[in-house]
């Protein structure tokens, strides 16, 4: 069965970095479409960043910039690189793929920025 597991998350001042990773397993990670989505408290859940089989990136205006995404295929695992954090960034981070019949969640790992 697919499973998503994220790792990487804490609390940051206000322009620091954090990595976030995410171990895939389950399904042939190499050719799906990888994504980061982000949940602040009391707000709906928002793409942060995709990335495809071959590569090629997306990213919400918000973080256009700051935040990079990348993947290992060697590892079945992705990764978003977070630079100039801001207190807004704060969320619990999601990783997220989807087929034709549903998408896949992670459970989550919390991102605080805060001085």
């Known amino acids: 069965q697919v499973q998503l597991v994220e790792s990487g998350g804490g609390l940051v001042q206000p322009g620091g970095s954090l990595r976030l990773s995410c171990a895939a397993s389950?399904?042939?990670?190499?050719?799906?479409?990888m994504a980061w989505y982000r949940q602040a408290p009391g707000k709906q859940r928002e793409l942060v960043a995709t990335?495809?089989?071959?590569?090629?990136?997306n990213y919400a205006d918000s973080v256009k910039g700051r935040f990079t995404i990348s993947r290992d295929n060697a590892k079945n695992t992705v990764y978003l690189q977070m630079n100039s954090l801001k207190p807004e960034d704060t969320a619990v981070y999601y990783c997220?793929?989807?087929?034709?019949?549903?998408?896949?969640w992670g459970q989550g790992t919390q991102v605080t920025v805060s001085s």
């Open positions: 997220n793929t989807y087929n034709k019949l549903r998408d896949y």
């Open positions: 389950g399904f042939i990670f190499s050719i799906y479409v």
């Open positions: 990335i495809t089989s071959g590569d090629s990136t």
